[in-house]
């Protein structure tokens, strides 16, 4: 990883300008974490190179699987760009997003482990969210995992699936439907590690980009922004939730008239 | 919040005697983020007061919603008693699982929190994973909220209601369903703070109760339990997960012969 100098540093394009300082000293009240807790610490971003984040993300996951490794490679990524506080954050935590959260199956651990670093970078919850959701988006639809680890010769059939859903129990299904392996087989777990690797670098690119330019992201999908004109508003049925809604509801027959 | 004895923080009945030390100097691996994140400070867990942890949930929910109140909740109390490293974890990430991830209905925020909790203080996989279970498997089965926020007017209606899920778009609607009450209202966002302060009362007696009593546990729900005897292992068609089945999948006839 190239060394960052002051000037790159400077003109970093990757969050707002103010999002680096996260909490200030302004705004203190009685009795609040702040009083506790110091977050006095420049959470700065500066520009990676996803491909090689993508790399480093492959090469940890062994160490705490999916969420551990999207969100080690690059916050380890950071701290060796910038030093602390990056270098103190205890990345043993994000071990618990493995399968879904402990196995469960609920969120993939690579969008809980990219929304948490999300979180930790961006203070601003419309810019955060809309980061979020360009993120899931993508991963709905996209054919994953296409990480190939250079110089290892693939004697495993890793083929691409689209999840059609943020959850690890849906995606994990439908790639085992594809590919024909069962959950938790060798190819399984290669599939969740090269899927580390592709969310990874998708995540630096979305860094990178900035939100300068999030009118050009495509944001939602269609289908789900379809359903929710209706149940995300008004007198239909509401609904809190932007997944894609195939994956749970389907009609067998016509959808009811609005 | 009272102030801990050395006594009585060794006496601590919380985690296993070792887990306190999360990362030691063991182990080291060229290349890995331990060369440059200096996990080495004690994430010590000692006994904590479930209801005062519950009414510090309510109160910071206002301040960084679901996943934020129920993380903070339990750091800053140990931050209180402990000091470092706990005071200077950078609590303001944990925004980032509002409604279920940036709004996506993912993941309750309170149960992804508590598995940050878990993620933070147990090092072991399988007493990590248990944690999780016997939370989400309660979380999905009791009538939730029980919170009342003492010595205030309760001119609100905010009933119980189970979940069924541990997705928060399924635990909204199932409350909103019961209730009468749309989502956003000012009864839901009501209804979502007095959960965090009961989920954050569970973790807490789940961490002071520990797993030396493990057996005593409940762990996953009967239903649960019976499809993945099937579904979890040998020739069916296997899935990952430990999500009741229920909220997404039914039958309309009846279960095909095994």
């Excluded at 239909?236 to 008239?257: Q, Y």
Aim: aromatic residues 6%; charged residues 20%.
């Amino acid at each position: 990883m190239r060394k960052v100098t002051r000037r790159q540093l400077l003109c970093s394009v990757g969050l707002s300008s103010g999002a680096g300082l996260l909490v200030g000293s302004s705004g203190k009240k009685a009795g609040s974490p702040r009083e506790d807790t110091r977050e006095s610490g420049r959470w700065a971003y500066v520009r990676l190179n996803s491909a090689a984040v993508a790399a480093e993300a492959y090469r940890l996951f062994p160490e705490g699987a999916c969420m551990y490794g999207l969100f080690a490679s690059i916050v380890t990524s950071l701290g060796r760009m910038l030093g602390e506080p990056y270098r103190s954050f205890p990345l043993h935590m994000m071990r618990y997003g493995q399968g879904g959260v402990g196995g469960w199956g609920s969120l993939c651990g690579t969008l809980n482990g990219a929304a948490a670093v999300f979180g930790l970078l961006e203070k601003d919850a419309s810019r955060r969210e809309q980061l979020i959701t360009e993120l899931f988006s993508w991963y709905e639809g996209a054919s994953l995992p296409t990480y190939c680890p250079p110089g290892v010769r693939d004697s495993l059939r890793i083929p691409g699936s689209k999840a059609g859903s943020v959850l690890c129990h849906a995606s994990v299904a439908r790639w085992c439907k594809v590919s024909g392996a069962k959950p938790s087989s060798k190819e399984m777990v290669e599939r969740c590690r090269r899927l580390t690797a592709d969310v990874a670098a998708k995540t630096v690119a979305l860094l990178n980009q900035g939100l300068e330019k999030s009118d050009s992201l495509p944001g939602q999908a269609p289908e789900v922004q379809s359903c929710l004109s209706c149940h995300g508003q008004g007198e239909t049925r509401v609904v809190v939730g932007k997944m894609s809604c195939g994956s749970c509801h389907s009609f067998t027959g016509k959808h009811p008239k609005p």
